[in-house]
């Protein structure tokens, strides 16, 4: 029995308040296995949302030494990448210990949307934006459910976001947080409020997402030169007016649009990494061009890659895991980032059969 083990990224849960992080993938993937005659099970771990990758990969670690005998596939989405790339090497920073037993039941690892080289939007939102607004953030999400009663809550929020400076109400961010937890069922609040916590008790995520501090740290990591690894890589159109047309004449989906061209603006600050010969030609077959600020929304694309390019979408941070327009699926999906990208179940489906398609090809017969 070979196991994959899909990871969050930063922000990430298994499933909260209704809202499950990669129901559609571990759809798609049971089904790519089972065409291909394979015992796999497809799990997702749960964990820690903005804690130091240090801490994330030792509880994945505790997570694949606890599943039952059978090699291992990582596949993480965004920071949950960056997890599966440190337990899987040789680092420094992790040493000896039970996490060295988790490395060796390793046999693939495929990275999907993740900021190798680091985030921009990192060190703004470890500047200006402070814990507060960052749980706040984290509530939206989980409300994502039910957006159009707290579309006035997106706009104050972003307006929060944007300049955290500008005078307030005292009360203000309390108010905020009161309009979202107002719709969230009794019995979820619990959860909630353990998750919420958990990001109050941990940040240390953010800092280390920085360019230039992650590049030098990820240096040190060593990745056996015989294991199986890729990426899986992203981006978002650029937003016009078409775009907003698409998006038709949901106030929520408009508020939730400008929030996402606001974030495709800061991480669209210049990156440039060095890549393969390979890697750029994959890219600009794909993609047709490659501007240096080309991203998803969230991280730039070329931070994203690492090793061999497995596949690219046009699609944003969120698409790419199932979080596209498509309320009458079910469960249904719900668009965190709506961003116009044209990503839909076929695109979706066509990324993850690729991402089967590349675990399989380390899934020998056991």
């Known amino acids: 029995m070979h196991h994959v083990v899909l990871i969050p990224g930063f922000f990430g849960f298994n499933a909260l308040a209704g809202v499950s992080y990669f129901s559609h993938v571990s759809a798609v993937l049971a089904e790519a296995f089972a065409d291909r005659d394979l015992e796999v099970a497809v799990e997702v771990f749960s964990t820690l949302p903005t804690s130091s990758l240090e801490q994330r990969a030792r509880r994945l670690a505790h997570f694949v030494t606890s599943r039952p005998p059978g090699p291992v596939h990582l596949v993480g989405h965004s920071t949950g990448g960056l997890d599966a790339r440190l337990l899987a090497s040789v680092a420094p920073e992790l040493g000896d210990g039970p996490w060295t037993d988790a490395r060796q039941r390793v046999?693939?690892?495929?990275?999907?949307?993740t900021p190798h080289r680091g985030a921009p939007l990192a060190e703004y939102f470890e500047e200006r934006a402070g814990a507060e607004l960052l749980k706040l953030l984290a509530l939206l999400a989980v409300r994502v459910t039910e957006l159009t009663p707290v579309s006035p809550v997106t706009?104050?929020?972003?307006?929060?976001?944007?300049?955290?400076?500008?005078?307030?109400?005292?009360?203000?961010l309390q108010r905020v947080k009161e309009r979202l937890y107002s719709g969230i069922a009794p019995a979820a609040r619990p959860a909630i409020a353990e998750y919420l916590?958990?990001?109050?008790?941990?940040?240390?995520?953010?800092?280390?997402?920085?360019?230039?501090?992650?590049?030098?740290?990820?240096a040190t990591w060593r990745l056996s030169r015989d294991m199986p690894h890729g990426c899986i890589v992203t981006q978002a159109r650029r937003p016009g007016i078409a775009a907003v047309a698409e998006l038709g004449l949901s106030p929520a989906r408009q508020a939730l649009h400008f929030v996402f061209r606001w974030l495709q603006g800061r991480a669209a600050q210049p990156h440039h990494p060095v890549l393969t010969s390979l890697q750029s030609d994959e890219l600009i077959r794909r993609f047709?061009?490659?501007?240096?600020?080309?991203?998803?929304?969230?991280?730039?694309?070329?931070?994203?890659?690492?090793?061999?390019?497995?596949?690219?979408?046009?699609?944003?941070?969120?698409?790419?895991?199932g979080h596209f327009h498509g309320p009458e699926d079910r469960p249904p999906r719900y668009d965190w980032l709506p961003s116009a990208s044209r990503f839909g179940r076929v695109e979706f489906e066509r990324v993850w059969n690729k991402a089967a398609a590349f675990i399989?090809?380390?899934?020998s017969p056991s």
């Open 107 to 113: 046999r693939s690892v495929l990275t999907v949307a």
């Open 155 to 172: 706009a104050q929020l972003l307006r929060l976001i944007v300049d955290p400076d500008a005078p307030d109400p005292p009360d203000g």
């Open 197 to 218: 916590a958990e990001i109050h008790r941990d940040q240390s995520l953010l800092p280390e997402l920085r360019p230039a501090r992650l590049a030098a740290r990820a």
């Open 288 to 321: 047709g061009s490659m501007a240096p600020n080309a991203n998803d929304g969230i991280v730039p694309t070329r931070s994203q890659v690492w090793g061999p390019v497995v596949d690219v979408a046009w699609a944003d941070h969120l698409d790419v895991v």
């Open 360 to 363: 399989a090809g380390g899934c």
